[in-house]
């Protein structure tokens, strides 16, 4: 839900996520060994970090128009929309990563 109890959380919950991910994504590069091409555990990872980075922007999206432009039955169409939409964000992401490996 959009409500204003629930923002807080939903911001926090992405944010950490985030920050997790590029803190293990640090720690993975710097173990892994010096060689010319990416391995699949890289492309793995970049398609993790675009999937949360995917997650705040749409989370930020629904936010902004359901409390600052005061469109809650269009906050909720975009997020029920999104729900449809973050899959195929999923496939395109993950086609793309594995793509340049």
């Given at each position: 839900?959009?409500?204003?109890?629930f923002s807080m959380p939903r911001a926090g919950t992405c944010s950490v996520?985030?920050?997790?991910?590029?803190?293990?994504?640090?720690?993975?590069?710097?173990?892994?060994?010096?060689?010319?091409?990416?391995?699949?555990?890289?492309?793995?990872?970049?398609?993790?970090?675009?999937?949360?980075?995917?997650?705040?922007?749409?989370?930020?999206?629904?936010?902004?128009?359901?409390?600052?432009?005061?469109?809650?039955?269009?906050?909720?169409?975009?997020?029920?929309?999104?729900?449809?939409?973050?899959?195929?964000?999923?496939?395109?992401?993950?086609?793309?990563?594995?793509?340049?490996i």
């Amino acid at each position: 839900p959009a409500s204003p109890q629930f923002s807080m959380p939903r911001a926090g919950t992405c944010s950490v996520t985030t920050l997790t991910i590029l803190t293990l994504r640090s720690a993975t590069l710097t173990t892994l060994p010096i060689r010319p091409s990416k391995c699949w555990l890289e492309g793995f990872e970049d398609m993790c970090v675009c999937l949360t980075v995917y997650t705040v922007l749409i989370n930020v999206f629904v936010e902004t128009v359901y409390h600052k432009w005061k469109r809650e039955e269009d906050a909720h169409r975009i997020q029920r929309k999104a729900g449809f939409l973050f899959p195929l964000l999923a496939l395109f992401d993950g086609l793309l990563c594995w793509s340049f490996i």
